[in-house]
């Protein structure tokens, strides 16, 4: 076999690369099967690393706020923390729960930028890095799988997602004690008869309606982040594809225009992703208010 013959062998073909990106890194492989055992180590990883961070930037705001003229990072925190308590006291309107609404919208807000902020690394950048570390341990660089944006894997997503409906749960029924909440479910929102035959059926129909409602929230507040952060990982990927056609290519004129085209579309869609970044933290954390102010209002 010749040379060319083997190299062009080695080489991962364009399908090759975007499914090596899209595996994750996880305790034991998966198969087909349902396995609620088998868990995305990289996802879990980042996502308690960046929350983490995100409260010590958080904390370090925080500790060092001064009551004179701020500096750049506390002004900045301070915008953000206005923006959101403000959002808050439109939607949520008992104070007494806002003093945990408004803080958790905060984090939430924060922690869904910097996961999805891991979508302007370059693309290879930490997967490379930690192919040499898998190598250099003994095992296969090829199996060395990572993926460094959270929010592209929707067990993280859907894991905030309904995180969020177990709060919303929490506040219906504290705010509407648990014999109102259950009148709610049978009684909102067709309402309820005087015949206990229509009274049955309308319940029977009023409980359905609310657990379609609760679990369509649920799934596309979780899918709505997902899908976006997925779609624009795969973009970012055809890109750097881009980048590969021109390191492979013979032909000069075409090898410039793959040049000037991985350049050109790598930074526009750059720009245009960190609106997508800021405007996904924002709607996930928008819609957990909206979620929480609905769960206080009685129907």
Known sequence: MSAEAMSAEAAPSASDYIVHHLTHWQNKPQTEIVDFSVFNIDS???SILLGVLGCFFLWKAASR???GVPGRFQAAVEILIEMVDGQAKSIV???KSRKLVAPLALTVFVWIFLLNAMDLLPL???????????GAAGHDSHHAYLRVVPTADLSVTMGLSVSVLLICLFYNMKIKGLGGWAHELVSAPFGTSKNPVFAVILGVVNIFEQVISFTAKTVSHGMRLFGNMYAGELVFMLIALLGGSWALSTDPMGSLMLFLLHVVAGWAWAVFHIIIILLQ???FMMLTLVYIGQAHDAH
């Open 281 to 283: 933290a924002f709607v």
């Open 65 to 67: 706020a001064t009551s």
């Open 44 to 46: 879990l990883f980042f």
């Open 124 to 134: 290879d950048l930490l997967p490379t890095a930690w192919g040499w570390i898998y």
């Open 93 to 95: 309107h008992n104070a």
